[in-house]
């Protein structure tokens, strides 16, 4: 099992960027393929970016893609959202999420952990 606590999220203006980072509990980090997801009011939660268990591969949702990267540092159990160019509709509270699986899904629900949100909040 383990553990996920989201920080970093805050207030920016457009165009600023902001690091968002998750960090996880337990020794089996580097065993699971880590996302970011983010729900805006309103809104069912949505998919941003997935970053493979090696990090060596990664795949994102176009609306982010250019502007987003998703990363991990397995050796300090702490997966990364560098967030650049952002805009007012990225506004949403973002979420990471661990699969036991390997295989890439856009899918919430194949995710078996959930940090508890950080809020992200972009000026127009």
């Known amino acids: 099992q383990v553990q996920l606590v989201e920080s970093g999220g805050g207030l920016v203006q457009a165009g600023g960027s902001l690091r968002l980072s998750c960090a996880a509990s337990?020794?089996?980090?580097?065993?699971?393929?880590m996302a970011w997801f983010r729900q805006a009011p309103g809104k069912e939660r949505e998919f941003v970016a997935v970053?493979?268990?090696?990090?060596?591969?990664?795949y994102y949702a176009d609306s982010v893609k250019g502007r987003f990267t998703i990363s991990r540092d397995n050796a300090k159990n702490t997966l990364y959202l560098q967030m650049n160019s952002l805009k007012p509709e990225d506004t949403a509270v973002y979420y990471c999420?661990?699969?036991?699986?390997?295989?890439?899904?856009?899918?919430?629900?194949?995710?078996?952990?959930w940090g508890q949100g950080t809020q992200v909040t972009v000026s127009s």
């Open positions: 999420a661990a699969k036991r699986t390997p295989d890439f899904t856009v899918v919430a629900g194949r995710y078996n952990y």
């Open positions: 970053i493979s268990w090696s990090g060596g591969s990664t």
């Open positions: 337990g020794r089996t980090f580097s065993t699971y393929t």
